[in-house]
Structure formats: structure tokens, C-alpha cells
Nanobody, 119 residues
Framework: QVQLVESGGGLVQPGGSLRLSCAASGSIASIYSMGWYRQAPGKQRELVADIPSVGSTNYADSVKGRFTISRGNAKNTVSLRLDSLKPEDTAVYYC?????????????WGQGTQVTVSS
């Protein structure tokens, strides 16, 4: 089991910046990857960015060049820097971690944090 606790988010004007953070606890040694998803009203949850324990980062096309994901040295934290924010970035952002065991992927989610981009 993995527990995720998020912080950050809030209201920001277009062009502004925010930072989201997430801390994992529990079976952190089994985590393959951590990342961020978002869900806007009336839309499906979508991947924003992820960063595996081994391998390269992955970004949604819509955020490339504006968002930056990073993991802490202990590998149990993940942060997302959101720059040049647009109104269409407004959504609930969820921290995600997943493990892989006996051929099955297990996803764990944070409680979600609201990001609102508005003037």
C-alpha cells in the first residue's frame, strides 16, 4: 500500500506559476513511477506528467515547455512546477504512484488539489 499526500494549488492569474508537491508513505520501495494527472469539469482524468524511478520523464503535449516534474532524492516525493499557466489548465490535480506486482499494475491516488487559473 502507498499513501499520497498533496500540497499546493490555489488560484492564480493567467501567466502565473504554482508548485504542487506530493509525499508518499508506505511501500515506497515498490513504486515504479510517480506523476500528476488532472481532471477538469466534464472531462476525463488525463496524464499531465510522470517520472519513473528508472527512465525518462513524460509530459502531455499541452504542458510541454511550461510544466516541470521532479522527484526528491529519497524518491518518495514528487513535485510539479506549473509556469505560464492558462485558463485551460484549471482542474483538480491528482498525485499518482503506481506499483507493479505479478503482472498487475496498482495505482494509488492523492486526494486532489484544485488549480484555478483566472483573472
Amino acid at each position: 500500500q502507498v499513501q499520497l499526500v498533496e500540497s499546493g494549488g490555489g488560484l492564480v492569474q493567467p501567466g502565473g506559476s504554482l508548485r504542487l508537491s506530493c509525499a508518499a508513505s508506505g511501500s515506497i520501495a515498490s513504486i515504479y513511477s510517480m506523476g500528476w494527472y488532472r481532471q477538469a469539469p466534464g472531462k476525463q482524468r488525463e496524464l499531465v506528467a510522470d517520472i519513473p524511478s528508472v527512465g525518462s520523464t513524460n509530459y502531455a503535449d499541452s504542458v510541454k515547455g511550461r510544466f516541470t516534474i521532479s522527484r526528491g532524492n529519497a524518491k518518495n516525493t514528487v513535485s510539479l512546477r506549473l509556469d505560464s499557466l492558462k485558463p485551460e489548465d484549471t482542474a483538480v490535480y491528482y498525485c499518482n504512484a503506481w506499483t507493479f506486482r505479478i503482472g498487475v499494475r496498482y495505482d494509488y491516488w492523492g486526494q486532489g488539489t484544485q488549480v484555478t487559473v483566472s483573472s
